[in-house]
């Protein structure tokens, strides 16, 4: 009888893994184990999640895997996301690691720098050789020198080749090869070993900071939430750390502190500050019965609140989950660069040699190439000989090519569009998903919670001749206050929103399939169906044309008989949004078609299509039927439809879209079965989610273009003896922060509507 397969994840923290390049090498490597049966990396958190059978398998085999590929692992945890380690101490540590490698190889080169110039140009310098050759070992062969150098044999070892090892290539053969000036009058390489390791250091510094502050987001989200929360246990307060909470607990929430975990107020009223969560800065009145997000601010009022949800499922830690699986997925368009750069190492190398072997047989054939450059670029020199410009363009070659910004192309891109989503209340899972949003042809929006509010509302009062509208009102809401029926609790709270006094109600009855009736201030009044008046011999036919307008129009109108006279009616209905006419608007704008889907009769679905303006309407359909509507329109539209909607019946057909869009008030199932989540139930949002789509892959686009322009250019530049093995440094350095730099310029782009 066989072993049990027992599956198990574990996280590990991998400072080093800074691009798509790096995730790559390290996912191959791990792969190569036994038992391993799902593997994700994270380049903006740099971890790795892999999951495996811990009877063919240990954790520490899976970091060792990591550690063979040339990448130091910081910390390995099982992949409890209340337990998962928070990775802004690691970066810090990783900064602060290669800012100590930079100084100390920066110090001597800086040293060699300010003697090579007289040694070269003025008065050589007694035991140059000598001096630079010292100064220059710490940097080529200690210190960042040799984390690099390890790196990229143990990348060899394992048969793969990371960007290290085009590096130690580039520094190590240069520093040997000036030694033989000891024994032999030659031109000095050691200097160029020592300013490639030096901008190496430099670019591994700089890229450190930049990719931190493009990853911002995620680290701004973890630091939010409260730490400690003060807890009313047997009848005391308690502080106790927000890790310790369990569900059920009363929390005390003081004016200014921040709500400790997710939870609904039992008691008190106040404002709460929810920008993190929605992104608008306007407080939103809270009081009892109303749900609280964790890590939201109170502004003013004392509030007991009992905490609903602590841990991994509160809504600040499925937002960081969420904006964590986009900075960790892949965008499409990147499998064909992936595939490329994996081969770009080993094509790099042998373009190396090549071009070292061609200076060496052919030299005199391409010596019209330099004396040509010679014109303009000052570092050329036609009159060296074919070995050193062999070597120079070798080394050259290896420098310059360094994928690093292909790598960073798309993954520092999604990281701040991702992190410029979350700051906007607009949660996107996938990379897929931004490319395919941009493309959206179709929107199709659910009515109820979409475009509606979702619950009934007050929308019309009409009183009969010489009748006082708040009077009735008062009467009608005297009455419905008995009822349990959200369309006459809409009545009671519109009263009361109006500052209008409900007085109690005597001898409540409900009427089935009628209405309600009771006894106001002595009177009986009846509020309901024509059918109740009828029963009870009460004219209404000065009413009757509204009652027939508003039921033409999708409203539950309702008459008011006070005694047995008919004094008015009340007209309820599920009202549209604020924002969906201007969203839909929008969405024309963008050359999108707008189509409404509703399980409500086609009467209510014209009235609501006629105020927002949707293109078509597909009214009385069933939860099951959406699905079949959503098929249709990709057969009309291509794969290039988005499904909108906030119920559990609307997650099959989020599923079914092209991009499924949840509304983040909805039910959760809705939430995990969609593309994108909107944190705050409005309309507008979906535009700014398109808006960020288009921004972003613009962004990868542009990213992707330039790190193959620049390899693809400055090969064969190189190749040709026309590039000096420093400048192509600093210009590998120059392309990776200018990758870095123009995803950064998503901030500038006009998401927000």
């Known amino acids: ?81 209340a337990r998962a380690p928070q990775d802004s101490g690691s970066e810090e540590r990783y900064l602060a690691l290669a800012t100590r490698r930079l100084w100390i190889a920066g110090v001597p080169a800086a040293l060699i720098m300010l003697l090579m110039v007289p040694h070269m140009f003025w008065q050589p310098v007694p035991g140059y ?5 010292v100064l220059a070992f710490p940097v080529v062969f200690t210190n960042g020198g040799w984390a690099t150098h390890r790196s990229a044999w143990l990348s ?39 300013s490639i390791m030096t901008f190496h250091l430099l670019g591994r510094y700089l890229e450190t900071r930049a990719k931190g502050r493009a990853s911002q987001a995620i680290r701004k989200l973890i630091t939010l939430g409260a730490k400690t929360a003060t807890v009313l246990r047997d009848g005391r307060e308690v502080e106790l750390p927000v890790a ?39 407080p939103v009145e809270k009081g009892p019965a109303d749900a609280v997000i964790g890590a939201t601010i109170n502004k003013e009022g004392l509030l007991k609140v009992r905490a609903t949800s ?37 094509a790099v190398i042998g373009v190396s040699v090549a071009s070292f072997f061609m200076w060496l047989w052919i030299g005199a054939s391409l010596q019209p190439v330099l ?25 050259a070659v290896l420098v310059i090519a360094c994928p690093c910004a292909l790598g960073l192309a798309t993954p520092t891109a999604l990281m701040v569009g991702s992190g410029i989503g979350a700051e906007r209340g607009v949660l996107i899972r996938s990379g897929e998903a931004i490319q395919t949003l941009k493309d959206v042809k179709v929107v199709v929006l659910d009515k109820t919670g979409t475009i509606t509010q979702g619950k009934p509302a007050l929308t019309d009062v009409v009183v009969a001749a010489g009748v006082d509208e708040a009077m009735l009102l008062r009467v009608a809401a005297a009455v419905e206050a008995g009822s349990e029926h959200p369309l006459g609790q809409s009545i009671v709270n519109s009263a009361r929103e109006r500052g209008i006094d409900v007085p109690a109600v005597q001898s409540f009855r409900a009427v089935t399939a009628r209405g309600v009736q009771g006894e106001v201030d002595g009177q009986l009044v009846r509020v309901g169906s024509r059918r109740m008046l009828d029963e009870a011999g009460i004219s209404y036919g000065a009413l009757d044309e509204a009652l027939t307008r508003f039921e033409k129009e999708g409203k539950t109108a309702m008459l008011v008989a006070i005694a047995d006279q008919a004094v008015g009616i009340v007209a309820v209905a599920d009202t549209v949004k604020p924002d969906s006419k201007a969203a839909v608007a929008a969405l024309h704008a963008l050359g999108i078609k707008v189509v409404m889907v509703t399980g409500d009769n086609e009467r209510t679905a014209r009235h609501i299509a006629a105020q927002v303006g949707v293109d078509e309407i597909m009214a009385g359909v069933l939860p099951e039927g959406k699905v079949d509507a959503i098929r249709r329109l990709q057969g009309q539209y291509g794969e290039h439809v988005a499904m909108v909607g906030d119920g559990i019946n609307d997650a099959p057909a989020l599923k079914q879209a092209n991009v499924g869009i949840a509304i983040g008030a909805g039910a959760d199932v809705a939430i995990e079965a969609a593309d994108v989540t909107l944190v705050k139930g409005e309309l507008t949002r979906v ?44 210009a590998m350095t120059a392309s990776s922060l200018s990758v870095i730099g123009n995803s950064l310029l998503l901030r500038r782009a006009p998401i927000r509507f």
């Open 1 to 81: 009888m066989g072993t049990v397969a027992k599956q198990t994840t574990v996280l590990l923290t991998v400072p080093g893994m800074g691009s798509d390049h790096c995730a790559g090498l390290v996912s191959t490597s791990i792969r190569r184990l036994d038992g391993v049966s799902q593997i994700e990396t994270n380049i903006a958190r740099h971890r790795v999640t892999v999951r495996f059978d811990a009877t063919r398998l240990q954790p520490e085999a899976v970091r060792s895997a990591v550690e063979r590929a040339g990448y130091d692992v910081d910390n390995v945890s099982d992949d409890h996301p």
């Open 129 to 133: 050789l000598v001096i630079v050759a």
């Open 156 to 194: 060899l070892k394992n048969r793969t080749a990371n960007m290290d090892v085009l590096i130690s290539l580039g520094s190590i053969p240069p520093y040997l090869i000036g030694l033989i000036g000891f024994v032999y009058p030659m031109t000095s390489f050691i200097e160029m070993a020592a």
């Open 244 to 282: 310790d909470l369990l569900v059920g607990d009363v929390m005390l929430v003081r004016p200014g502190a921040k709500v400790p975990t997710d939870g609904e107020i039992i008691e008190g009223v106040s404002h709460l500050d929810e920008s993190i969560a929605t992104g608008e800065s306007v």
């Open 310 to 346: 602590i841990g991994a499922d509160t809504f600040l830690s499925q937002v960081i989950r969420l904006v964590e699986q986009a900075q960790g997925s892949k965008v499409p368009i990147q499998e064909f660069a992936d595939r490329v750069t994996g081969q770009f190492v080993p």
């Open 371 to 395: 004396d040509w450059g010679a014109g303009f670029l000052p570092w050329v020199d036609p009159s060296r000989t074919p070995l050193v410009v062999g070597t120079l363009s070798a080394v």
């Open 687 to 730: 535009v700014e989610a398109i808006r960020l789509s288009k921004a972003t892959f613009s962004k990868i686009v542009q990213n992707l273009f330039w790190a193959w322009f620049y390899n693809v250019a400055a090969i064969p530049i190189a190749a040709l003896g026309l590039l000096h093995p420093m400048i192509g440094v600093v």
